[in-house]
């Protein structure tokens, strides 16, 4: 039986490569002591992935000012350069380093490696492309992209047309820079994370301000695009003729390890000219920075993970203020601002009796139905009580705990999902699906995951059921797994048989059931199928026979389940002999 | 792993279970309806967004989404069916309004819903493959509201209605066909077009097709254009303002084939305004206005074009073969410029300078004045008339112009051999008689010619420039070595000429009197002294003299005359009168000639200085002829000119074709040769087609000359005919 494709080639399948280019044709040399650079030379795929996994910076420079992908490129290494590329390798042949990755590039499939991987940069993390997303819909900003496109400098616009209004991730800033008598439009919470100086003047001189006009001539207004473009993403592309204006302005803004970098480089691009291997137009010329090139500390997840502690120190400080505060909120409705300078935040949420001070842009930029409720609410209740201006906004979630909707908003913060309790993850299941946030499903997942293995069948069963609800498919792919593996085991537990009970039938029609023995689970309806069909599918790869008698084992296999059905439906009928009955693992 | 954990597990994985019972799923889905119907009924304020969007959560995520789906639609459906009614009962004129009022709440109704559904239309809807909500109220609103019998047909009545009204000068609520037209656009395009813009298109076709009767009836050409633009902008506009962009095309597309593409025909040949009389009148602005116009409908410049170029042709025609024209050729000439000149006015300024009519207007031209087979002389002879005359006092700038322009004309001309044949003829007498204005300008149009023609063009015009040039360094060497011996007899002035370069005649000698005889052998004998192994010969026939003449009563004159002239008077320093016969027998000049210098000495007036019996115009071989003492002139130098039309006579122009075609075999046999040596074998019919291709920068050779010349090959031996096929030629040698 042919295997499903794999996730890993699944991703690229638009690469006009075959899998079989990816291996390599002489056995190679492995580096088990080797540094990136010589585990990208070597094409030493498990050393490689071994150090990216450790976390090295995949874009850094050695002693002879290579990185490791133009070595992996000249020594023709397909799947470590693929590797490399991503792990957010730079190639855009704009650049000094990709520039020498193409033109270095052993054999036309390496280019094209590198082509495909051009055209689609390295997919910024979820907390990155979301804020970004934000940054780019504010009209005043996308001006900048357009034009820089047209120029043939390439930012990356994707998922939503640059032409139209009103695109979906839009949501209002709070600020508004003029730069050279051009509009950046940015958001103040985002800015301060990143960067001391401009949280001091939002503390101070810009308090009250949503405009702020640069008279200086000399602060140009690419590089300031350019860096609050990299507060909301992350990566950093400039032109490098706006290098230095950049390293100027990241010295006034206190982005001191960002500094250091530019300041590093641009000492580079003065040489490089004459290292580099053909002529590149100086205008086009560009640099490009990854968040993975700066100290962890200096990345988004950091900044805004501080923010997020400074708030919810603040927020737990009310509450324990506050201890009426539930007596009180019909009253007040809103918090006073006076005491909320640190943590910037403009919006309230009450859970389950505790206030969690937050941030509108973050929530917005994450969840969309934040984003509706933050920005359309006028028409419905919630909207109604015009607020005093000097309070901020109060939002009620219902229907969730304090320490759910806490882990939810870390992950918002961060990407990052720290010391969740298996127990919790149902809950987070729950509000992942509620607040659209479906990239926390999946982290969630990653965490459940080794748990499951030492779960009882029972168990299973019911993370079964949750998994199918909530649509988590990485568990609900691994119970079935275990299920069909396993499927006398399960069999006998009657927790699984009064599930069957509660399951919609499996398609009876046998047209939808595969009879062409080629084409396994070619009907399959991977997102939404019924439960017990995609059971049958796995237990029939698990145990089923081959070929021409797989619809025998098919029907076999309804036919045991109608079985325990039937067992199960006695069980019902006399609740208390099931009770306990099989309770054995 | 604790049994109580396990336990607490159940507990939690049986939490939404409790819940899901149908009574649940009833429950929450009569929340919601409620919540609709409150948002259909402006009183969202008391709904919390909250508790709706986790209702609609819950069902979505227990299973119900099919139910919440369905109620949806449902209750959607009614709500608009009594939006449908109530815009139904909207009296006349509210109707716009009311149907643009509930479109922009059923709009944020809309919205909300969508809000309050959100997950359902991010999970359930892409998964079972169903309408989005938002497109879902779109849909219903299409088939509910807009769709509705009594709606649907009343909505179109209404929209086209006020475009009549505007159509007919009244003042519509442009906004609110605006908001109309957007909504039906929001819907689809497909809504749009069926609903509104395939209608719109047919009665605005009828209308323009009324309105374009009534205004070729009653209009000249000229205002039916300046309406039919008046309409073409309106409608324009009208997209801009309230119609969708893409419907600009069709509609402009309707008015052009309305108003323009039907009486396309009669609006160009109509009396006393089509385009004849524009261009006769020289109305650029209607000219101009035709052009755009007719440039947005098919074949409407051709047929502009075309007929543009029969009028020309005709015109032009009439001018080459009116003969009155014949008698001036250089108002001729002056004619077809100003001719020219008009047109590319017209081209310039009205048709955008389309490179089509230039065309259109150089292939008119070539084709009238090749019907004129004397056209080459006329051009040659207006620049003649230029570069003796006409160009004096002119600066540098306007000579070029002028010579561009008869470039131009040049260009025209089929037989550029004839023109060559006449110009070197005109340009001989010029550079002879030293009436040239300015060197400058001849050479001008030489370079301009050789860059028209090519070297072999122009090289014998060249040529006769450095026999000028030659010439008068050699007389200044004459002068010097002789000056002593020669100087008390009369100064003698000789332009050595190369054979072949310049015009060819038929060499006629004449007896030169003695006086003149003994200093043309001394510089015979010079000239051949220092070039040896040359022939000269005295072409009497071109030179001029000036004579010193004293007449009867004292005066004193000095005469400018021809070589012949010269001659003739001579014989009368000895005698007074001579008979015909005698001056015939003394001088020896040719009959024909000797007539001419005759007339233009006694029967001019005012130059009469010799006097003839009988007095006639014409001369006659028994004339006498006597010195006139009389002989009065208010001048001291007095010209006389040979009476020589400057046109030529029919015989002589008879002759010159005869040397033009003489000519021409020679190149055609040469160009046959090329051909056939390059390919070897060749029919004849390749053969005729290449020779034609290859003189086509001089002239039109004849077929029949062609084949002529072929057979004179074939006789020579250069070429044969294929044993096989008589068709095929082969090069021999």
Redesign the interface.
């Known amino acids: 039986m042919p295997s499903p494709p794999s996730p890993y080639f699944s991703e690229l399948d638009d690469i006009d490569l075959d899998a079989s280019d990816f291996t390599a044709s002489v056995p190679l040399k492995k580096v088990p002591n080797g540094d990136i650079f010589e585990a990208s030379r070597a094409g030493d795929v498990d050393r490689l992935r071994y150090l990216l996994e450790s976390g090295v910076n995949v874009n850094a420079r050695d002693n002879w000012d290579s990185v490791a992908l133009y070595y992996a490129c000249l020594a023709g290494h397909l799947d470590a350069a693929r590797m490399l590329l991503e792990n957010g390798a730079i190639c855009s042949e704009h650049t000094f380093d990709g520039d020498r990755c193409h033109y270095a590039a052993l054999n036309l499939k390496v280019r094209k490696l590198l082509k495909a991987f051009e055209a689609r940069p390295p997919p910024l993390g979820p907390l990155q492309g979301a804020l970004r997303d934000t940054f780019l819909s504010c009209e005043a900003n996308r001006g900048f992209i357009d034009q820089a496109t047209e120029s043939g400098l390439h930012f990356q616009v994707s998922g939503f047309a640059s032409n139209g209004a009103s695109s979906s991730y839009y949501f209002p800033p709070d600020v508004v820079f003029f730069v050279q008598g051009r509009p950046i439009e940015a958001h103040r919470v985002i800015l301060s994370s990143r960067s001391p100086f401009f949280r001091r003047k939002f503390e101070t001189d810009w308090k009250d301000r949503n405009e702020v006009r640069f008279s200086r001539e000399k602060l140009s207004y690419p590089a300031l695009y350019s860096l609050i473009h990299f507060f909301y993403s992350d990566r950093l592309e400039v032109a490098v003729d706006d290098m230095e204006d950049l390293v100027r302005i990241c010295k006034v803004c206190k982005c001191e390890s960002l500094q250091r970098i530019l300041e590093k480089e641009l000492i580079h691009q003065k040489y490089a000219e004459y290292k580099a291997l053909r002529d590149v137009d100086n205008s086009q010329k560009r640099f490009i920075l990854q968040g993975l090139s700066l100290p962890e500390e200096d990345r988004l997840p950091a900044s805004l993970h501080r923010i997020l502690q400074i708030s919810l120190a603040q927020s737990s400080k009310e509450n324990s203020l506050d201890i009426g505060v539930d007596r009180l909120l019909p009253h007040v409705g809103a918090m006073q601002l006076s005491d909320s300078l640190d943590d910037l935040a403009d919006i309230c949420v009450r859970v389950d009796k505790r206030i969690f001070r937050c941030h509108q842009v973050v929530l917005a930029s994450r969840s969309?139905?934040f984003k509706?409720?933050l920005t359309?609410?006028k028409?419905?209740?919630?909207?109604?009580d015009a607020l005093p201006s000097d309070t901020l906004p109060y939002?009620?979630?219902?229907?969730l705990s304090a320490e759910a909707f806490e882990k939810m908003i870390e992950y918002m913060y961060t990407d990052g999902l720290t010391d969740i309790d298996p127990?919790q993850a149902?809950e987070m299941f729950?509000a992942a699906?509620?607040y659209?946030l479906f990239p926390l499903k999946r982290a969630v997942a990653d965490v459940l995951l080794p748990h499951l293995e030492?779960?009882?069948p029972?168990?299973l069963c019911?993370w079964l059921?949750?998994s199918d609800?909530?649509?988590v498919l990485k568990i609900r792919d691994y119970c079935l797994d275990m299920i069909a593996c396993n499927f006398e085991t399960f069999a006998d537990t009657c927790e699984f048989r009064a599930m069957l009970l509660?399951l919609p039938p499996p398609s009876g029609d046998s047209s939808l059931r595969t009879t062409v023995p080629s084409a396994p689970g070619a009907v399959i309806n991977t997102?939404?199928a019924n439960l017990l069909d995609d059971l049958r599918e796995k237990w029939l790869e698990a145990e089923g026979a081959e070929l021409d008698e797989r619809d025998e084992s098919a029907l076999l296999f309804d036919k045991r389940l109608e079985m325990l059905m039937v067992v199960a439906e006695q069980e019902k009928s006399l609740p208390s002999a099931a009770d306990g009955h099989d309770y054995v693992t | 792993m604790s049994a109580q954990k396990k336990k607490a597990f159940q507990i939690e994985a049986f939490k939404h279970r409790v819940v899901v019972d149908p009574k649940y799923a009833e429950k929450t889905w009569k929340i919601l309806e409620h919540a609709i119907h409150e948002i259909y009924n402006h009183n969202a304020s008391g709904l919390s967004f909250e508790e709706l969007y986790r209702n609609a959560y819950n069902m979505v995520l227990h299973k119900f989404g099919e139910k919440l789906y369905s109620g949806l639609v449902a209750t959607m459906t009614s709500h608009l069916n009594e939006i449908s009614s109530s815009i139904e009962a909207a009296q006349g004129g509210l109707f716009l309004e009311e149907l643009n009022r509930k479109w922009a709440e059923h709009n944020k109704a809309m919205q909300m819903i969508r809000d309050i559904l959100m997950y359902m239309d991010r999970t359930f809807i892409p998964n079972t493959h169903k309408t989005p909500v938002h497109e879902l109220g779109l849909n219903l609103w299409r088939d509910v509201v807009i769709h509705s019998y009594a709606i649907q047909s009343r909505l179109q009545a209404i929209l086209l209605e006020n475009v009549r009204r505007e159509r007919s000068g009244e003042v519509i609520d442009r906004g609110l066909m605006r908001s109309i037209t957007k909504m039906l656009m929001d819907l689809g395009p497909s809504v749009y077009q069926d609903d509104f813009e395939k209608h719109f298109l047919e009665v605005s076709a009828d209308f323009y097709h009324l309105e374009s009767q009534e205004f070729i009836e009653s209009c000249d050409c000229g205002e039916y254009l300046k309406k039919a633009d008046r309409r073409l902008n309106e409608e324009i506009e009208r997209v801009s303002h309230y119609l969708d962009a893409r419907s600009e095309a069709k509609i402009t597309n309707v008015v052009e084939k309305e108003m323009i593409e039907n009486h396309m025909h009669r609006l160009v040949q109509m009396e006393n305004s089509g385009l004849v009389n524009m261009i006769v009148d020289e109305k650029y602005e209607d000219l101009g206005r035709m052009y755009c116009l007719f440039r947005r409908v098919p074949n409407g410049l051709v047929l502009v074009r075309d007929v543009m170029t029969s009028y020309i042709r005709d015109t032009g025609k009439q001018l080459v073969t009116d003969p009155e024209r014949l008698k001036d050729p250089v108002d001729f000439v002056q004619h077809l410029l100003d001719l020219k000149d008009k047109y590319d006015k017209i081209i310039t300024s009205a048709f955008s300078n389309d490179k089509t009519f230039q065309n259109a207007l150089n292939s008119s031209f070539e084709y009238f004045i090749n019907l004129n087979s004397r056209s080459p002389e006329f051009i040659s002879l207006f620049v003649d008339d230029k570069l003796r005359k006409g160009l004096r006092g002119v600066t540098e700038e306007d000579v070029e112009v002028v010579l561009d322009k008869v470039m131009m004309l040049f260009r025209y001309l089929q037989e550029k051999d004839v023109f060559e044949k006449y110009y070197k003829q005109h340009l001989a007498k010029r550079l002879l008689s030293g009436k040239t204005v300015s060197e400058d300008a001849e050479r001008s149009l030489i370079v301009k010619l050789k860059t028209e023609c090519g070297y072999q063009f122009t090289s014998k015009l060249e040529g006769m420039f450095t026999d000028m040039k030659t010439s008068q360094d050699t007389m200044q060497g004459f002068h010097a070595s002789h000056g002593a011996n020669i100087a008390e007899g009369p100064t003698l002035s000789v332009h050595v000429l190369t054979t072949g370069s310049w015009p060819t005649q038929s060499i006629t000698t004449c007896n030169l009197p003695a006086e003149i005889l003994g200093i043309c052998e001394k510089f015979r004998n010079y000239y051949l002294g220092t070039h040896t192994g040359r022939r000269l010969s005295w072409q009497t026939n071109m030179g001029t003299a000036d004579l010193k003449a004293t007449f009867g009563k004292g005066q004193k004159h000095e005469l400018n005359v021809s070589t012949y002239q010269m001659c003739v008077l001579m014989l009368f320093n000895n005698v007074d009168q001579l008979s015909y016969k005698e001056i015939e027998q003394a001088t020896e000049i040719p009959a024909p000639d000797l007539k001419r210098c005759l007339q233009s000495l006694a029967c001019v007036k005012g130059k009469n200085v010799l006097r003839k019996e009988p007095m006639s115009k014409d001369i006659a071989d028994t004339d006498n002829f006597l010195f006139n003492d009389n002989f009065t002139s208010k001048f001291f130098k007095v010209k006389i000119g040979t009476v020589a039309a400057q046109r030529e006579s029919e015989p002589e122009n008879q002759e010159t074709r005869q040397r033009v075609e003489e000519d021409r075999k020679p190149q055609i046999e040469a160009a046959i040769v090329r051909i056939m040596k390059a390919r070897r074998v060749l029919d004849h019919n390749n053969i005729v087609a290449e020779v034609t291709k290859q003189l086509q920068s001089r002239f039109l050779p004849n077929p029949v000359v062609i084949k002529k010349r072929i057979e004179s090959l074939i006789e020579r031996e250069f070429l044969e005919r294929d044993k096989s096929d008589r068709k095929l030629y082969r090069y021999l040698a």
């Not at chain 1, 939002?395 to 229907?399: A, N, P, S, T």
């Open positions: 969309e139905y509706t409720r359309r609410m028409e419905f209740h919630e909207g109604k939002l009620e979630e219902r229907g127990d149902e729950d699906s509620r659209l030492m779960v009882s029972a168990e019911h059921m949750l609800m909530y649509g509660t997102d939404q």
